[in-house]
């Protein structure tokens, strides 16, 4: 019965001592966010006035029209349709491990073998 409290009291405290931890972390982390904060206010700098829009010369963006737009729109997705359709996955076949299988015979051994032990057979 002793073993089972000294158990129990130590999970009990690793628990305790983790969630401090874990508690001074955030507090840390919290003030590290406060302070980046106040810090990021302070360096804004104060809002200027608005300039006054003088009058400059607008610049004429060259306007597509709405025809050429959709044919150039159409060549792009079938050329890119057609990419797609030149990709096709390369097929594998993976290599099954035989690791798992004699890990399970060697486990499945080692029970017979303790099983025989605990008997007196070996």
């Known amino acids: 019965m002793?073993?089972?409290m000294e158990g129990l009291n130590l999970t009990?405290?690793?628990?305790?001592?983790?969630?401090?931890?874990?508690?001074?972390?955030?507090?840390?982390l919290y003030?590290?966010?406060?302070?980046?904060?106040?810090?990021?206010?302070?360096?804004?700098?104060?809002?200027?006035?608005a300039p006054?829009?003088?009058?400059?010369e607008k610049e004429d963006k060259p306007v597509i029209p709405p025809r050429d737009l959709a044919v150039i729109t159409a060549?792009?997705?079938?050329?890119?349709a057609?990419?797609?359709?030149?990709?096709?996955?390369?097929?594998?076949k993976r290599k099954i491990s035989d690791a798992w299988r004699l890990y399970g015979v060697q486990s499945q051994m080692e029970e017979v073998e303790d099983f025989n032990y605990e008997m007196g057979k070996w």
């Open 82 to 92: 057609e990419k797609a359709s030149q990709l096709r996955p390369l097929p594998f």
């Open 75 to 80: 060549a792009i997705l079938a050329y890119t």
């Open 52 to 56: 006054t829009p003088s009058p400059v």
């Open 31 to 49: 003030a590290v966010g406060w302070i980046e904060r106040r810090l990021v206010e302070r360096e804004k700098p104060a809002p200027s006035p």
């Open 12 to 28: 009990v405290l690793g628990v305790t001592i983790v969630f401090m931890v874990l508690s001074i972390l955030a507090v840390v």
């Open 2 to 4: 002793s073993e089972f």
